[in-house]
C-alpha cells in the first residue's frame, strides 16, 4: 500500500505521516522543503520525498506521482501569518484537490483511489441538514469574506462533494472536520460524529492534531473504518 500526503510538513500532516508509518504503509510526500520534518521521517526507507510545490507541478508530473497510490490525504492549509492568510495562493486546498482528483482520472486505476481530506468543523456538510444558529450564519459569512482560508476550505470539500459525489468510478473520498485543534503528545480516546453536536463558533470542542492523525490514517488503512465514513464529512472531538 502507498499513500501520497500533501501538506506533510505541517503540524498535522507530520503525525498523520507518522501514523502511516506505524501500520507499515509506504508514504509519499510532497513538501517544498524537508527543513520542517524530523529525522524519524526524512531518514525512514518507507518515505519517498518529493521537494516541490504542488501546486507549480504539471499534470503530467502530478499524475506520475499518483500513479502507484492506493490512497491521497491532503494536510495543506494556510500558515497563520499575515502573507499566509491573505496572499496568494488563496486556493491553495481548493486547487491542489482538483489536480490530484484530476491526476487520479487520468491514470484511470483498476480499483477506486481513497481521498482524505482535513477540513474543519466550521465548514457544514451541505448533502445533511446540519442546522446552525443565525448568530453563527453571520460569523461563518464574515469568516467567508474576510478570511480566504475559510472559503478555501469550503470550496475544497465542495469540490469532492458536488465534482467527484458518491458514485465516481476511480475516486472515493472522506473530508475530516477537526473543532478547535491542540497539541497533545499522546493519542487519547476520541469520538467521531457524521455531522457537528456542538457549535463550532460559541461551544468548539477541542481535536488533537495526533487524533486526526490518527483517524485519518485508519481511513486509509482500516477497511470497516472507511466503508463507514467514505463520501462522508465526519466530524473528531476529543473524547474529555
Known amino acids: 500500500m502507498t499513500t501520497l500526503v500533501v501538506g506533510a510538513s505541517g503540524a498535522t500532516g507530520k503525525l498523520l505521516v507518522e501514523q502511516l508509518l506505524k501500520s507499515n504503509v509506504h508514504v509519499k510526500i510532497i513538501v517544498r522543503?524537508?527543513?520542517?520534518?524530523?529525522?524519524?521521517?526524512?531518514?525512514?526507507?518507507?518515505?519517498?520525498i518529493i521537494c516541490a510545490s504542488i501546486l507549480e507541478l504539471n499534470e503530467s508530473e502530478i499524475a506520475q506521482h499518483v500513479k502507484d497510490c492506493n490512497a491521497i490525504a491532503s494536510c495543506l492549509g494556510h500558515n497563520l501569518s499575515f502573507k499566509g492568510l491573505f496572499g496568494k495562493p488563496r486556493r491553495l486546498v481548493t486547487n491542489a484537490t482538483r489536480q490530484l482528483c484530476n491526476a487520479i482520472k487520468a491514470n484511470n486505476p483498476e480499483k477506486?483511489?481513497?481521498?482524505?481530506?482535513?477540513?474543519?468543523?466550521?465548514?457544514?456538510?451541505?448533502?445533511l441538514y446540519e442546522k446552525i444558529s443565525f448568530g453563527q450564519k453571520c460569523i461563518i459569512g464574515l469568516l467567508r469574506w474576510l478570511l480566504p482560508?475559510?472559503?478555501?476550505?469550503?470550496?475544497?470539500?465542495?469540490?469532492?462533494?458536488?465534482?467527484?459525489?458518491?458514485?465516481?468510478?476511480v475516486i472515493e473520498w472522506t473530508v475530516v472536520r477537526p473543532d478547535n485543534l491542540i497539541d497533545k503528545d499522546e493519542l487519547s480516546e476520541y469520538e467521531v460524529y457524521s455531522s457537528p453536536i456542538r457549535s463550532a463558533i460559541?461551544?468548539?470542542?477541542?481535536?488533537?492534531?495526533?487524533?486526526?492523525g490518527h483517524f485519518m490514517a485508519e481511513l486509509i488503512t482500516n477497511h470497516k473504518t472507511w466503508i463507514k465514513w467514505k463520501g462522508q464529512m465526519p466530524v473528531i472531538y476529543n473524547k474529555w
Open 149 to 169: 482560508p475559510h472559503e478555501d476550505n469550503e470550496k475544497a470539500a465542495n469540490y469532492l462533494r458536488t465534482n467527484i459525489a458518491q458514485n465516481h468510478s
Open 33 to 48: 522543503t524537508v527543513d520542517n520534518l524530523p529525522q524519524n521521517i526524512k531518514n525512514n526507507k518507507n518515505v519517498s
Open 112 to 127: 477506486p483511489v481513497k481521498f482524505v481530506l482535513m477540513n474543519t468543523a466550521g465548514n457544514r456538510n451541505l448533502d
Open 202 to 212: 460559541f461551544n468548539a470542542g477541542t481535536t488533537s492534531r495526533i487524533n486526526v
